[in-house]
């Protein structure tokens, strides 16, 4: 692995598949030391107005909805594996840009992108565009067929902590289905969506399918959210914005699909094997510094292991390494903005205030300089109705509550706006899936966390959003069906009789 963090670039917008530069320009600097990793053309409306138009006009052209999707897929292929061949660019440019570990680039941010994306190009050839139902007898003989078709321009707007994974899952089954996109990358970290474009490009993608645009959310993402032209939006972020989002799609009642903010319960029952769930629930908390939505923030923690988990949690944690995050045996980075640093810091405030116990971290760590650091951060004496177990913090902060009982836990876990992720961890995987079972969220871990599979939905409950992205049926977000109803009184012999008596319903 080689580190490119002394050579920066610019990095225009990518729209109707020409690079378009703008007069302002954001300077992207690294949340490790400050160093300027990039530059980054600002779009503003008009930056916006015109990747929509070249979306609608790719879209209307038809070339690519109009591919055979082998066709598709091949170029979806083409761009993946050459993801895999620049993976060391990728994964350098990725660890500058938004501090995540060198590890965690490889194996997550981006080597899970790329198999994401390869993914959503078998999903191509294997999704079922068109399906021939059973022959209607009453009131008429008639045929039936369903069809799946892509919806149109598509809107993205994903977040800084996982740019390029949360943009592959809403830019893989969109193009798979042969929709035009655009994509508002967040002005933290628009550099490697810039360069997803480029790669794009050379891979033979026709113009104005893919199209990245930069800028402030407020203007240009409220702008794709509300444009008319947009038949589909899917955002992740917070919940506060996702109902900003939500609320600017229905003028023109496109498709809307929310993947938004958690605050995870992490149920470890008397019975759990000490060791592995100690180091899953620092795997659940610290993943990227704590900044990922999905994240096990709340340690429900049995009362009889209690004492013994804690000292063992809080011995692990000691051994967390901070420091560069382009050297392999770095376990954690820091938070991505001196804001965002701020804002943890505050929470931490409040849960002294609020009566909670700190028993490890709360600080700067000695090791590092420059950059924004936050140590990991536990603390004990939790009660649910605290600042710090309500509400989302994105960073390595773990609330520990006692419970006595798996029905108290359920009821701890429940008692949020959130339903993102959960999980238990017990010797007795019947006992753990059947807790699962009774937890309101969209993914459930039993003695796991952070698994997240392409071959099954991804979302939440409540105010965790709404729809589903990855697994097969993602594709069902980014299409409309058609039902085509054909008389068959004057032709029995017409071909598509001969199609629908060859696709049995059932299979459908």
Not at 317 to 326: H, I, L, S, Y
Request: net charge negative; charged share 25%.
């Amino acid at each position: 692995m080689t580190d490119s963090r002394a050579n920066t670039r610019h990095m225009p917008l990518y729209i109707g598949g020409e690079r378009v530069d703008t007069a302002e320009h954001d300077e992207i600097r690294s949340p490790i030391d400050g160093q300027l990793v990039g530059t980054a053309a600002r779009g503003g409306p008009n930056e916006m107005e015109y990747a929509i138009a070249a979306a609608k006009a790719a879209h209307e052209l038809g070339d690519w909805r109009n591919m055979d999707p082998d066709g598709r897929s091949d170029i979806l292929i083409a761009i993946s594996e050459r993801m895999n061949e620049l993976q060391d660019e990728l994964c350098a440019l990725h660890v500058r840009e938004n501090g995540v570990t060198i590890r965690a680039a490889i194996a997550f941010h981006v080597g899970y992108a790329i198999s994401h994306l390869r993914y959503f190009a078998d999903c191509a050839r294997t999704y079922e565009f068109e399906k021939a139902g059973p022959m209607l007898e009453f009131p008429t003989l008639a045929a039936g067929l369903v069809r799946r078709e892509p919806v149109g321009v598509c809107g993205a707007i994903v977040p800084w902590n996982f740019p390029l994974l949360l943009a592959i899952w809403k830019i893989g089954p969109a193009l798979a289905a042969g929709n035009t996109i655009v994509v508002k990358a967040d002005e933290k970290t628009p550099l490697i969506l810039l360069r997803f474009a480029e790669i794009a490009h050379e891979c033979g993608l026709p113009p104005g399918v893919l199209n990245i645009v930069t800028g402030a959310g407020e203007v240009v993402g409220a702008q794709l959210a509300a444009h008319p032209d947009v038949r589909k939006i899917a955002f992740t972020g917070s919940t506060a914005v996702g109902k900003q989002v939500q609320k600017a799609a229905t003028d023109n009642l496109k498709k809307v699909t929310l993947e938004l903010g958690g605050k995870g319960p992490n149920i470890v029952l008397e019975d759990a094997d000490l060791k592995e769930a100690v180091d899953g629930t620092l795997f659940a908390f610290l993943v990227y510094s704590g900044q990922a939505c999905e994240s096990g923030t709340r340690l429900l923690l049995h009362n009889d292991i209690h004492d013994e988990f804690m000292e063992a949690l809080i011995t692990r944690a000691k051994t967390v390494r901070m420091g560069d995050p382009m050297d392999f045996d770095t376990d954690m980075g820091p938070v991505i903005s001196a804001e965002q640093k701020a804002r943890i810091t505050r929470y931490i405030e409040s849960g002294k205030a609020e009566g909670a116990t700190l028993v490890l971290g709360g600080g700067t760590p000695e090791a590092v300089v420059g950059g924004h650091w936050v140590e990991p951060t536990i603390f004990t004496d939790v009660s649910n109705d605290m600042k710090i177990a309500r509400e989302e913090i994105f960073g390595p902060v773990l609330s520990v509550i006692r419970i006595h009982s798996e029905d108290e836990a359920i009821a701890i876990a429940n008692d949020t706006e959130y339903g993102l992720s959960a999980g238990v961890w017990t010797n007795d995987t019947d006992r753990g899936i059947e807790i699962a079972r009774k937890i309101e969220s969209g993914t459930v871990w039993v003695n796991d966390w952070h698994m997240v599979n392409h071959l099954y939905p991804f979302g939440g409950y409540k105010q965790s959003g709404q729809g589903r992205e990855l697994g097969p049926h993602a594709m069902d977000e980014y299409t409309e069906s058609k039902f085509i109803h054909a008389d068959m009184t004057r032709d029995l012999d017409a071909h598509i009789f001969d199609v629908v008596v060859s696709t049995p319903w059932e299979d459908m």
